[in-house]
């Protein structure tokens, strides 16, 4: 991936002649497409492209590249995003008690494998504070007690005052208010510890185990007013045996939970992911 | 394992000593442990286990050995189950229009890799009678018609007739009625071309193409009154992407459903699983 | 991927403006690009890309089409290649005694999951003549004796006169010679019963069990005159235990030759593969 | 597996009736045998077993069941090892300058996934120390400069001197000495960043991409005389494509890296793995 430079994504009913047009537009004002990324959704005639824009050598400011695109853009009835490259995506981390997924995005956070900016992790119970505080990153801890809408409030607010981008729970063990998903779509995304649609809801380990399947997984995917059925970013799976108790379940779902929600983080923060409905296009690097 | 032998498979209530007992008996009558496993549900306080004797230096006959064994079986209150090598298990496969479920059972049997004797290939469509007589095994068609009842009993009546120990649904798109699941309980496997518990019953393709998945699968199990909910031997999976029409997931999905009902059969043949309840205890060679 | 139209691959020096100059001599002439894949090596700064067009709406003859793209291509400096669709690639398929890899082929060319006619399969042993008399292909015994070289010229005259494009070694245990890699050079694809560059040469599966690994595989690669060490196109992969012999390990592994072969060859008759030196750019579907 | 009792593995001349002798020695002391494992090497004609015993109910103390067992130990000609639980095994991780290894081992000894008591962390550089001291672990840094036995011989009096069992190599970045590697035989683990055998020694994913494989991988092994070809325990592979860069191959890597040291880590420390010279038999949980 470039470090400098443009990410655009783009969306539009599909027609001859349309990677010439966008490539064009670049072209003309000497951009250098560094990355193509595109699919044509043949049944819905409708067409998804993601590219990475080198400007260093732009004849114009980049301000105005991209709000010159909105000419071509409307004339293709199109949807599109222009992220502007190097940026942190400013990320809050919504947890209750494991922090097994936490761990894994800070330690990836650190390494400059996810860029993003941790504005604070939220928990619901206190467990976490100590990682949080030794990573320096503020930590809130907001009860979600009787009354559920007075802690997401309270959390919204936070999320509003933090300007937050990006919200990923990382074993957030609520269910998250219908409101609270609209104002987050596509930006908020969860990681379920089952290979979805398998074993929506609680306990999946316990009900996989009873089952007996031979393969458990993890599904990370945006959040949705409907429990456990938005758009699917990635899926990881594990072999088990006869001989592995709940509990084992619990261990070994882990590293597919810790695996499938980095990649989910990641392919969206680098703008890898176009939402088509209820399905994510994801160009993986 | 072993070419020549016994094969004991074992499950009984947990108790001390239930190693030394029945490696005790094996010892004692001077047959040779080839291959011990075991597995100890601590849940449910039950042993299982699965043994591999080599006979050649028994110091009675093996039909003495066998009925011998039952001494100590009812002591343990167990229920077990000798198998005497070498065997080809006689096995009828049931077929409907696709083959690669078909050619991959023939394909095996003639490397020698599953031990089994093919009786017959039953469809209910003629479509696969060419490969059936290219292998030199008989092809009955036998129509499923509006009164279904009838085609199946034609069915058992042909099952009855081979004298058949293993039924395999390969691919064959039609319910079985209960009393005959009943009749070839823990002898009937079939291939269902989804991750279960995902996607029961009919066109699971269809429905994983429209969730937006990115694994599909395929289970290998045993056949129950319940419409895909007996007891799981394999599973195997495959990764997808958005770009995959639902015609490719039918094409990926062949891979994992040969795959899967291949090993499948492959446990069930050499006497590597013991059913526990709904959950099948498999030990892998 | 299309039925009809052309299939476009490229490359050259990279340079801005590549893509819209590309897409730009298909939106011209009113092709519609269906599916558009690009890579740019900024190591070595080199252009790639794969496209597939729709010719039914093309302004001009397809074949004035694709020659006039020829200015543009001497202008890039690039290498072009055009496939004209639907087309079945001849193909040869070499053997020795081990059947699993050619019927795997034979079984995906049935289902028209691979687009090629199969001229002839040649053998150096007589050991596959019936599964190509039962699919109805020509097969030739070739003996490869003392003077190996009187073989290959015989098996070369076969491919002439048979105007084969590519040639699969499916577990062909005879090194080619140089001058015979050379002539079809990007059109030979083997199938090595290694994970390469572990285990290159002779018994693989030996050296793996000798070495105590817990992975084995099987890697499809073109032929150079370099033994096993030509392109990488497909790799697969099988987990294996202490307790597989090496027999064992020849069964597991053909599981991962038949899927690594199948892959490799689908890539390449799809036009799916530019070879970038000894490195394989693969645009997988 | 248990938490309180013994594990016992052994290793003897393959003979009729081992099972039974040794199974019946903890019968007759009314030890309770939870799980038994066991392994024939029919080339070698040699038995392995682990059996873990539940002493619960044993009539005898633990320490004079161990020390009676010698009896038939030296009878059978067995080497043999009790390990007593519960137990922490005593551990010291060597690193130099990434943390990806040593995080993924301090968080599942947190976890207690892992039962080791880490007694120090060392490094030839300073980079670990501040994760190392937010862990409230010893952090040593010892320099290998120019005379490196000076600073093999450091860590050598640091190992003996805290009583390690087991020797870590997290990503540590230097050749042990020979007279090191003999003493810690058997207890001293490595990962290195490669499917071995391929790519053996230094910079391994340059190498792997420079030869262009599609799948990329880590190997967790023990540490003997010879470079990278000690016992393997574990191996894990990624795929990649033509699109990854080394720098992405590094990043790829810390997966499998990360997740096969965790299994060798744990394997071992469960007492899960028995030498066979050259090659590891591992019964994993």
Redesign the interface.
Known sequence: MIREGLILKIDCPDR??????I??Y???H???????N???D??RSRFFARLEIDTS?LKVETDEFVRGFGTLGRLLEAQWHFRRLPYRMRTAVLVTKTD?CL?EIL?RAQ?C?LPVEITSIIGNRDDCRLIAE?AGIPFHHVEIGEDKEEGFRAIDRLLTKQAVELVVLARFMQVVPGWLCAAYKGRMINIHHS?????VGANPYRKAFE?????I?ATCHYVTEDLDAG?????E?ERV???H?VH?LI?LGR?CER?ALAKGIRYHVHERIIL?N?????FP?
Chains 1, 2, 3, 4 share one sequence.
């Open positions: 001859a002649g349309l990677v010439a047009k490539a064009g670049v072209s003309e000497e951009g250098n497409l560094v990355e193509f595109q699919f044509t043949a049944v050598g097994h761990n330690w390494l494998e030794q290979f979805l649609p398998a074993f089952r007996g399947v031979k393969l997984g758009p699917i970013i990635d899926q799976v045996q006869h001989y108790s084992d261990r590293d695996s088509d209820h399905r994510a296009i994801v690097d």
